[in-house]
C-alpha cells in the first residue's frame, strides 16, 4: 500500500510518521505538508537513515487540486491520511477563512482526487481506503456529566470545530453517495513531543521557561480530556487498518483535568525539574475568557476498546513527565520553530519536489 498522509510536519503528523515508519518496518509513506507557520520539518529530523529511505516529502497544499493530483500521479497512492489542518482554536476566531479553506476545500480537493484516481485504477475493490482525522470539539460542549459519543450530535461553536465538522460531513456525504471507503476519527486533547507552542501545554512551559506570565483563560475551569500523541497515533494507524468503512470512531484518554490542574502540575514539574525556583504559581495570570469557550470535553471511547480493542497505555502522570523533559531539553527546537528559520532552510534544501 502507498500511504498518502498529510500534515506530517506538524505536531500529530510528526509523531504518527515516527510511529508507523516504527511499527510497519516494510511499510512507506508519501508524506505532504504546505509547511504553514505551524510545520516544521525539523519535527522529522529524528528519523533514521533506514527510516529516511521509507518517507518521501512533499511540499504541497492540500488545497490545490494539481499538486494534490500530481503527487496521485506520481504515486499509486491507495490510502489516505488526513491531518492536514489549520488547527489553532484561537486563530480560528481571529481569522476563520483559512480554515474553512484547508479544512473544508482542502478535505473536499483530497476525497475528490482520491475518488477519481480510485475509480480510474479500480483501487476500492483492492482495498483503498480514505481516514479523516477529525476532533472531539465537533460535539460541542458538555454541562458537569456525561460524555461524547459517536452517536452525539455534532454542535460546534468556534470557527475552528465547524470547519472540522463540515470537513466530516463531507467525507461522509463521499461514502454515502460514491460508496468512497472511509472512516473519521474524533480524538480528545493531546499533548507530547513537537507540539507548537501555542497550545496551552507547551505554552505554559515556554512563557515559565521564559519567566513569562502565563494567560490563563476565564476561571480556568475548563475540562480538556488528555491523550498522550502516541496513544493516538496507535489509534489512528488501528482504526486505518481495522476500521469498518463509514464509521466514525472516538479516540480519549479517559484523564479528564482543569486547565488549572494542569497548568499548576507543569509549574511543579518545571520547578523541580530545572532547579529554578523563580518558575512558581506568581506567573499565573487570569485573562478574559475565550469567546464562545468550550466548558467541558469527555469522550466516552468504548467502541473503539469493543471493536478493535484499542485503549490508553500512557497515563497522564508519565506523559506529562516525560513531555515537560522534552521540552526542557529541546529549547533550541522551540527557539526555531517560533522563529521559523529552520521552516525556509528546510523548505528549500528537504523536499523531493518544490512546486
Ligand atoms: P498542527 O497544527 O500541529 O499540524 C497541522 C499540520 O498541517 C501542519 O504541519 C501544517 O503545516 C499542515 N497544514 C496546514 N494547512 C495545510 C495545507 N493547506 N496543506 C498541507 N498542509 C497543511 O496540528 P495537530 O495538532 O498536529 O493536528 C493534526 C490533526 O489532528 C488536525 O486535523 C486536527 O484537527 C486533529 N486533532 C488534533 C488534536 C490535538 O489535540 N492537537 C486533537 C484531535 C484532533
Ligand atoms: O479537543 C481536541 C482539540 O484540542 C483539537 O481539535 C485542537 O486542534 C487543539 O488545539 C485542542 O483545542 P483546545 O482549544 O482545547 O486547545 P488549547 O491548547 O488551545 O486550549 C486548551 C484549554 O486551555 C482551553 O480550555 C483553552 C485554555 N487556554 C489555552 C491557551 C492557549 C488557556 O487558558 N490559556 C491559553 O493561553
Not at 21 to 50: C, F, K, M, Q, V
Not at 97 to 104: E, G, P, S
Not at 259 to 278: H, Q, S, V
Not at 337 to 346: K, L, T
Request: glycine fraction near 8%.
Amino acid at each position: 500500500m502507498t500511504l498518502l498522509v498529510t500534515g506530517v510536519a506538524g505536531f500529530i503528523g510528526s509523531n504518527f510518521v515516527y510511529h508507523y515508519l516504527d511499527r510497519h518496518p516494510e511499510r512507506t509513506i508519501t508524506g505532504i505538508d504546505n509547511l504553514s507557520y505551524a510545520g516544521n520539518l525539523d519535527n522529522l529530523s529524528a528519523l533514521t537513515d533506514e527510516q529516511q529511505e521509507r518517507f518521501i516529502f512533499v511540499k504541497a497544499d492540500i488545497t490545490n487540486p494539481d499538486q494534490v493530483g500530481t503527487i496521485f500521479e506520481d504515486y499509486p497512492v491507495d490510502g489516505v491520511i488526513n491531518m492536514a489542518a489549520e488547527t489553532h482554536v484561537d486563530r480560528s476566531i481571529h481569522d476563520p477563512q483559512v480554515f474553512l479553506k484547508t479544512n473544508i476545500l482542502g478535505t473536499h480537493v483530497l476525497l475528490e482526487t482520491a475518488k477519481h484516481s480510485w475509480q480510474k485504477r479500480g483501487a476500492w475493490k483492492k482495498g483503498a481506503k480514505f481516514l479523516q482525522v477529525s476532533t472531539d470539539e465537533v460535539y460541542g460542549t458538555l454541562g458537569e456529566s456525561g460524555f461524547f459519543s459517536e452517536a452525539t450530535p455534532i454542535d460546534p461553536h468556534s470557527p475552528y470545530s465547524a470547519s472540522k465538522a463540515s470537513a466530516d460531513l463531507i467525507v461522509k456525504a463521499y461514502h454515502d453517495t460514491y460508496g468512497m471507503p472511509v472512516t473519521i476519527t474524533r480524538c480528545s486533547n493531546n499533548y507530547g513531543a513537537y507540539q507548537f507552542p501555542e497550545k496551552l501545554i507547551p505554552l505554559v512551559i515556554t512563557n515559565a521557561l521564559h519567566h513569562k506570565s502565563i494567560p490563563v483563560y476565564g476561571d480556568g475551569k475548563q475540562v480538556r480530556d488528555w491523550l498522550y500523541v502516541e496513544d493516538h497515533c496507535r489509534a489512528i494507524d488501528l482504526v486505518f487498518e481495522e476500521g469498518r468503512t463509514g464509521e466514525t470512531y472516538n479516540i480519549g484518554g479517559n484523564t479528564e483535568k482543569e486547565n488549572i490542574i494542569i497548568i499548576k502540575e507543569i509549574l511543579r514539574l518545571l520547578e523541580t525539574m530545572t532547579g529554578d525556583t523563580t518558575i512558581t504559581q506568581e506567573l499565573i495570570s487570569f485573562v478574559k475568557d475565550r469567546p464562545g469557550h468550550d466548558r467541558r470535553y469527555a469522550i466516552d471511547a468504548s467502541k473503539i476498546r469493543k471493536e478493535l480493542g484499542w485503549s490508553p497505555r500512557v497515563p497522564f502522570q508519565e506523559g506529562i513527565d516525560q513531555t515537560v523533559r522534552w521540552y526542557i531539553d529541546h529549547q533550541d527546537w522551540m527557539a526555531r520553530v517560533m522563529s521559523g528559520e529552520y521552516r525556509d532552510f528546510y523548505a528549500k534544501n528537504y523536499n523531493n519536489r518544490n512546486f
